[in-house]
């Protein structure tokens, strides 16, 4: 690093943002020393080759790590190890912003966002998996070669990629597929894209409420889930504290990356949790769950002024997303020698564990924050011994 100040070419005046820049997103000192040398050769090159920062794009980081091997370097970061510095360039606004190329796909697909941030005011995590949706049926039912014609969509296209769709996922997502699919055709419709409305020539999939048992886990197994964590790590203490929430609270995967700092009341024991349809609900902070809380906070959490409670425990450090909590929960299984189970199985045997205690229907749907008291009756099926002495035997039969 001592030579870094000196040598660092066009890039000098960037020397000390970007090291406080990788401090603070968790990076250990020895890597952020090694990284400072990067930025000074990539700075030496620019001014080599008479370029300004302005220049400097994803074309240009690959034609310094090629003239680092011409030249017979031994240790020449990869492309990945550059993204680090070319972000950091472009977020002081010193390099050039991405220009992307759009592809006709691409630009529908940019303007069916804004429609639907716009005009439909949807949440961000439904506007991505709307987008993905739209992405892959387009570019496989409107795509023609190279021509991109969603003018030429017709209903057995439409009925045909959701066939597809049906026979590789559950019912429930394939009812969401249905949703996802009627919401790009409405687009496209009022675009003027499509001359008809392909959207009603969707089928509805067939589900019946209540139809299915819903899978749970014995209090045992799920104790087991929770005492697999090694808790002398620090990903143990996270994980430990992440599947609590999960096991305790009945917190959904999505309402566990959203928790904040300023979500905890500690002197009042309740925690906000953003829920559904942007709704915010107060609750109680079991003590157990609290501790696991403050265990996770007392173990050097870094960096210290990200808002979101839980973090990744790798740099860069920044919020966690949905699908790590069922990454934790898959790991916790493995560790435990259970069946593999979703994130959402704890939800369902903290409902039926509060079925078995005596609990009624309506303060579990209290705790799980249903807002239609039928989506909470799907768990009274769980307890099948009161179900067995209520039931009535079936004609001619003793029971």
Known sequence: MSGTRRKAGRLGPQVEGYRAWLMQRGYTPGTVRNM??????????????????TQLDEARIEAFLCARRATGHRHVP???GMVPLLSYLREVGAARP???????????????????????????????????????FLFEQASNGEV?????LTGVDVNAFLLRECGRVSAGSAKGRVAELRSILRFLYLQGITPLRLGSAVPPVGGWRLATLPSTMTPANVQRLLDSCDRSTAVGIRDFAIMMLAARLGLRSIEVARLELGDMDWRAGEIVVRGKARRQDRLPLPAEVGEALVAYLSNGRNPEGARHLFLTCRAPRGPIRADLVGDVVERACKRAGLPHVGAHRLRH???????????GLVAISQVLRHQDLATTALYAKVDLTALRRVAQPWPGTAR
């Not at 759009?102 to 987008?131: D, H, I, K, S």
């Not at 045997?349 to 609990?359: I, M, V």
């Open 36 to 53: 400072l040398k990067d930025l000074g050769q990539v700075g030496v090159w620019l001014s080599t080759e008479s370029m300004d920062v």
């Open 78 to 80: 990869g492309t990945r």
């Open 349 to 359: 045997a903290l409902a039926g564990e509060l079925l078995a205690q005596g609990a």
């Open 98 to 136: 991405v220009q992307p190329s759009l592809t006709p796909l691409g630009e529908l697909l940019v303007q069916y966002r804004c429609w639907m941030v716009q005009e439909r005011n949807l949440a961000p995590a439904t506007v991505l998996r709307y987008e993905n949706t739209a992405r892959r």
């Open 148 to 152: 991109f014609e969603p003018a030429a």
